[in-house]
DNA sequence: ACACTAACCTGCAAGC
DNA sequence: TGCTTGCAGGTTAGTG
């Protein structure tokens, strides 16, 4: 599911609930999911309160008086605001209760996400290695980084080392937006489209967090609505449909296993 | 250091 | 109807 837009929106939609709460108890009803979930972990949330929830990459993170919670939504997850005694539905990992009578619930079918405690995230081996922020980042940074890189552009921009929270969408879709062939080495890329890059990858993250995310399957927000961004993707999952800038039909390739879609006379 | 792959899971759609 | 296959938003551990 979930790219860097669907995970703040997420972090949107779930912070009024817990910042200032006091977590009553975490009810653990399957605990395998990337990594078990400890069963000292609910001992350890129990009577924390809430500081702040940010979003580094694609984890949220809760700040808490003693130490930081690490959550991921992998491919498959969503973090609903829900009553605790609405009945669980399969796949429903864990509920937060809040002491306001109301619960963080995630829902994660695959199991690819992660809710982790750690005293210090910035140290913790899951975010030290991390890219800037594409807001962060400058076009400067990933010319000078892709230095030598016979790499493809596409995977050089998912590498979450290099930007973080760019997705297999989000990068297909900003490449379409900058005119580069996903393909093209990144070594071989000019500062100026380096430039022209960064500014569509910020942009197509802006206006997708705008749009709420991007539901494909089954992504839902904290109230359990979809995103709208899916409607206005200009090559993802578009194999065959004409391009929206010159009609030439959307091609779609392999890259490291993961499908990647672009325009063939747009993109060079 | 780099670049690629296989693996972790379930669900769903398409094809036979 | 039912079986099989392929594919899906992420990330890591392992290989060469």
């Known amino acids: 599911m979930p790219e860097l837009p669907e995970v703040e929106t997420t972090r949107r939609g779930i912070s009024p609930y ?3 709460h006091r977590i009553e108890r975490l009810v653990v009803r399957e605990p395998r999911l990337r990594w078990r979930i400890p069963a000292s972990l609910p001992r350890k949330l129990a009577r924390q309160t809430v500081r702040n929830v940010q979003r580094r990459a694609k984890y949220l993170i809760l ?19 829900v009553e605790p005694a609405s009945p669980p539905r399969k796949h429903d990992h864990y509920d937060i ?7 963080l619930r995630l829902h994660d079918p695959r199991r690819f996400g992660a809710l982790i405690w750690t005293a210090n995230p910035n140290t913790h081996a899951l975010i030290k290695n991390l890219g800037p922020e594409p807001w962060d980042a400058t076009a400067e940074y990933l010319h000078q980084r892709a230095r030598g890189h ?28 900058a005119g580069i062939h996903p393909k093209r080495p990144a070594g071989r890329l000019s500062l100026e489209r380096y430039q022209a890059l960064l500014k569509a990858v910020v942009k197509v993250l ?26 206005v993707l200009s090559v993802y999952e578009r194999e065959g ?5 010159c009609q030439t039909p959307i091609r779609r390739v392999v890259l490291t296993a993961r499908s990647t879609y672009f325009c063939p006379h747009c993109q060079h």
């Open 206 to 231: 802006e206006r997708s967090i705008k749009m709420g995310g991007t539901t494909l399957r089954d992504f839902v927000s904290a109230d359990g609505e979809p995103g709208y961004f899916r409607q």
């Open 150 to 177: 016979k790499q493809s552009i596409k995977n050089f921009i998912t590498d979450s080392r290099t930007l973080a929270g760019v997705g297999n969408i989000y990068a297909v879709e900003a490449l379409f937006k």
């Open 97 to 103: 209760v809040l002491d306001s009578g109301k619960a």
């Open 241 to 245: 449909e004409p391009c929206r800038r």
């Open 18 to 20: 817990l910042i200032g």
């Open 63 to 81: 700040e808490l008086d003693d130490g930081h919670l690490l959550c991921h939504l992998g491919m498959s997850g969503s973090l609903r605001i």
